[in-house]
């Protein structure tokens, strides 16, 4: 019998709690990631309320300095930590793969000059539309149909950009490029990205709609990535016949591997939370495991240094945290952690490289307190531990200090 019947875990994308110890060989737009510190910065910065959060013991995970407006709690309902990656990458799929049990020893590609013409002239050739070249760089999604949308409407041409991820992202307004031939022309370009010198981790179709200076991104996004180079602890979960339920971008980050259940996209965090309520009172859902990323941490605020957006972002996540709470059960298990950081307050737009928290939480706790400083990939030893599978290629479980 397994110690919790059920195991949530909640990926908050993008909030990390401090420079790894290998920050300084990771960098953003051209300064080390050595002193980046998400959440350590939002909260001196702009001020960070999360009282739930702070309960569960975030604010008594160790750090250099103490997150200066999240109090350590004498007395935790929780159990926490701060995990350190292992895996060459700071980006979403590295993160989610290592948490799930993979070492990525060879980064993904990225492009921070733009695409090769090789991969745009195949895409004009394949899509019989062209691609606007100016747009072929590392670019804000918003900004980047701000300144194309208006000529793509005109032309029909495509706007092809990419990000600090190793990610191709194709934007199309709905009604000059319907959704159908926006996800035909990705589904091609990501058969021509699976391998060096063009090893991309993600394929991104981005739709928008509405008219000049008034643009919106809809929630048609899809994701087409590559399929986990080898099984993760998803993989041996399904295998052994036990439920997985994705919430959110997971199904995409995993090319579906492993998970039998997918709940859909999110359309907001907010969405994502209700998705995962919704999951989590299923009656046929008695014994397994969800997996959610809640996105728009990330995507809405990291990226473009928003720091007072991150904040509230946080703010609302920590307020819903009690309706997740309420929606276990006494064997349930939530665990709450991050894939890599987005300092808000940093150089440049990319990701950071930092530790992840790891806030636990069952009704069923006896005790509370620190678990060891571990890495990602206990995460996903710990899921298999309590479900008597393999584990996958990494990871160390501390099953065994909650209790």
Not at 186 to 205: F, K, N, Q, V, W
Not at 249 to 262: E, L
Not at 322 to 346: C, K, Q, S, V
């Amino acid at each position: 019998m397994p110690k919790f019947n059920r195991i949530h875990l909640v990926v908050l994308d993008s909030v990390g709690i401090g420079a790894a110890p290998d920050a300084h060989n990771f960098v953003n737009a051209g300064v080390p990631d050595g002193a980046s510190d998400t959440l350590g910065h939002i909260s001196k910065s702009v001020g960070l309320n999360v009282p739930n959060m702070a309960k569960l013991g975030l604010g008594n995970i160790p750090r250099e300095t103490p997150l200066k407006t999240v109090p350590a709690e004498s007395n935790p309902t929780g159990y926490a930590t701060k995990l350190e990656e292992v895996s060459l990458g700071k980006d979403t799929m590295t993160g989610h793969w290592e948490i799930m049990g993979l070492n990525i020893t060879e980064p993904f590609d990225t492009f921070w000059n733009g695409f090769p013409e090789e991969i745009l002239t195949k895409i004009e050739e394949f899509s019989g539309r062209k691609v606007i070249r100016e747009a072929n760089k590392p670019y804000s999604g918003t900004a980047v149909i701000d300144d194309f949308g208006p000529r793509q409407m005109e032309t029909g041409e495509l706007i092809i950009y990419t990000s600090a991820d190793p990610v191709l992202q194709i934007a199309a307004h709905e009604d000059v490029i319907p959704l159908d031939e926006l996800y035909r022309i990705c589904e091609y370009a990501r058969s021509i990205t699976l391998e060096r010198p063009a090893l991309l981790g993600r394929i991104i179709a981005r739709p928008y709609v509405g008219e000049p200076g008034n643009f919106t991104r809809t929630a048609n996004r899809r994701d087409l990535a590559v399929s986990p180079f080898a099984p993760t602890v998803l993989d041996k979960l399904n295998e052994a016949g036990i439920d997985t339920y994705a919430v959110g971008k997971i199904n995409d980050i995993f090319n579906g591997a492993g998970i039998n259940h997918d709940m859909g996209h999110n359309k907001s965090n907010s969405h994502g939370i209700d998705t995962l309520i919704k999951t989590m009172g299923l009656p046929e859902f008695q014994e397994g495991f969800s997996f959610t990323n809640l996105v728009d941490f990330d995507t809405l605020y990291g990226h473009r240094r928003n720091a007072h957006g991150y904040r509230d972002c946080l703010h609302e996540f920590d307020e819903r945290l009690p309706e997740i709470m309420a929606a276990m059960r006494e064997d349930d298990l939530l665990l709450i952690t991050a894939d890599h950081g987005n300092d808000p307050t940093y150089a440049g737009t990319d990701h950071t490289r930092e530790y992840i928290p790891l806030l636990a939480y069952s009704p069923s706790f006896k005790g509370s307190g620190l678990i060891p400083v571990g890495h990602f990939a206990d995460i996903s030893a710990t899921i298999a531990d309590n479900f008597g599978v393999e584990t996958a290629m990494i990871g160390e479980s501390f099953l065994d200090k909650l209790v």
